[in-house]
């Protein structure tokens, strides 16, 4: 499989099919798990893995997450609320996140990626502090903390097979730009782990290699990231973050993908006089089916559905039983 362009400069069908495809495909994964249950799915679908190399420009991709966190987990098991005594129980938080990600491409090497959280979250607890416990709730909507990554790339192709690699690596921040300072009706500051932002600048590393399967409609991709913050704020700096992702795409029709992720993250335990480290960090792996369609030569809709196979947390954790992502990107 080749790259196509047109006269015109668009993408010719077979190409954009694969391009916005591998999109949907491709974050270095927004999945962030701690005690109250705030989060972003792990869902990859960053632009550095599809191995732009025919033009170069402005890429936008907007998704919709939806995570709802309502089941108590104490290492790999189940709990009741409350089950685990401790200073409040966690009872449910929904994350409803918009993300979005626009990428420039300069040439075939060189190109970068801006991505703009935006959370809708809803978080209830019970306090217990007071003997008794109390009802407590935040619901809000805040801008979180900006993403840029940088990434130089090289492709390689094999001219007996006429296959196709890309490869390149992956650097950036992620800057402090969320609110910390979130408050319900009380006016009680929510846990810094429900806040938009941590506060922190944490710096971004990581590598990644697609590849097209010769004499097939299929690809596959392999993505590392590490996540680590360079400072901490008002006593609070979170855990380290490895992520690994691996892809495949199948084109079923000219304008259907199938697509296939397992999503893998480890997190450290936070850490400062405002962290909870008992009860943040863990280990996880999911598995993403998902379905993308070319709508036209530069605009796609896609759609993933993300199940846990395997969760251990620290402490008591929300989690969730499953969570859903679409999106559409286009090319300008």
Not at 30 to 48: E, I, K, L
Not at 173 to 182: A, F, H, I, Q
Not at 210 to 230: D, K
Not at 279 to 301: E, K
């Amino acid at each position: 499989m080749k790259f196509i362009v047109d006269r015109a400069g668009t993408w010719a069908p077979s190409a954009t099919r694969w391009l916005l495809g591998m999109l949907a495909l491709g974050c270095a994964g927004h999945g962030a798990h701690a005690s109250c249950g705030s989060a972003f799915c792990t869902v990859n679908s960053n632009w550095n893995l599809q191995g732009v190399a025919a033009e170069p420009g402005l890429r936008l991709d907007l998704r919709y997450e939806y995570i709802n966190q309502g089941q108590p987990r104490a290492g790999k098991d189940k709990v009741a609320v409350g089950q685990i005594p401790g200073d409040h129980d966690e009872v449910k938080t929904i994350n409803r996140n918009i993300i979005a990600t626009l990428d420039y491409t300069f040439n075939d090497q060189w190109g970068v990626t801006a991505t703009l959280p935006v959370s809708d979250r809803s978080h209830f607890h019970l306090d217990n502090d007071a003997g008794a416990p109390v009802p407590e709730q935040w619901n809000f909507s805040r801008v979180g903390d900006i993403r840029v990554l940088g990434r130089y790339q090289l492709r390689s192709e094999n001219q007996q097979t006429h296959g196709l690699s890309f490869y390149g690596l992956n650097f950036g921040l992620k800057l402090p730009t969320g609110s910390r300072e979130v408050v319900n009706a009380a006016g009680e500051r929510a846990e810094r782990t429900l806040q938009p932002g941590t506060g922190t600048t944490d710096l971004l590393l990581g590598a990644y290699y697609s590849r097209f399967l010769p004499n097939s409609n299929a690809s596959w991709f392999v993505q590392g990231l590490w996540q680590s913050p360079l400072n901490s704020r008002e006593d609070y700096r979170p855990g380290r973050r490895v992520s690994l992702d691996l892809g495949y795409r199948y084109e079923a029709t000219d304008q259907l993908g199938l697509m296939m992720q397992f999503n893998a993250l480890h997190r450290s335990r936070d850490s400062g006089l405002q962290a909870e480290p008992d009860d943040t960090g863990g280990r996880f792996l999911f598995v993403s089916p998902g379905i993308s369609y070319a709508v036209t030569r530069s605009m796609q809709v896609y759609g993933f559905v993300q199940k846990p196979i395997y969760q251990h947390v620290n402490g008591v954790q929300l989690t969730a039983a499953w969570s859903a992502v679409v999106g559409v990107s286009t090319r300008f």
